[in-house]
């Protein structure tokens, strides 16, 4: 898919994440599914995947390194945005509940394989 098929205006969100720690509830359709949640900086997303490794054993803490290194990286980049980053995430496929049902996650995404979006976050009713 070229460069010329992305949506500009969500890739216009997704750059303001980057360069201005900006957030917003966003939905995504990407091939048939709908994926939900806050959308967050680059930075931020790899800054939490980190986390989730630091406290391990020596390969966990070199991943986690790797990903702080990511994060800087991307800072750098923020003109570049080619993901698209959301967290407490969800993502709904068909009329099954959306998975994860129980908890909430960090999602990645290309953005040039975005079908569509729209500003909010998709709530169960409970």
């Not at 407490?88 to 496929?93: E, F, I, L």
Request: hydrophobic share 35%; with cysteine; glycine share 8%.
């Amino acid at each position: 898919m070229s460069l010329n098929s992305r949506d500009t205006i969500l890739e216009m969100l997704v750059q303001a994440a980057n360069k201005h720690d900006f957030s917003l509830n966003l939905t995504v359709n990407m091939k048939g599914s709908l994926v939900t949640g806050t959308l967050i900086s680059a930075r931020e997303y790899f800054e939490e995947m980190s986390e989730v490794f630091e406290g391990g054993n020596d390969l966990s803490r070199k991943i986690s390194d790797k990903l702080l290194s990511a994060s800087k990286q991307n800072v750098e980049q923020a003109d570049e945005a080619a993901f698209i980053h959301l967290k407490d995430a969800k993502v709904y496929c068909g009329d099954s509940k959306p998975t994860p049902s129980g908890s909430e996650f960090l999602w990645r995404g290309r953005l040039d394989q975005a079908d569509g979006f729209f500003l909010g976050k998709i709530s169960e009713d409970e």
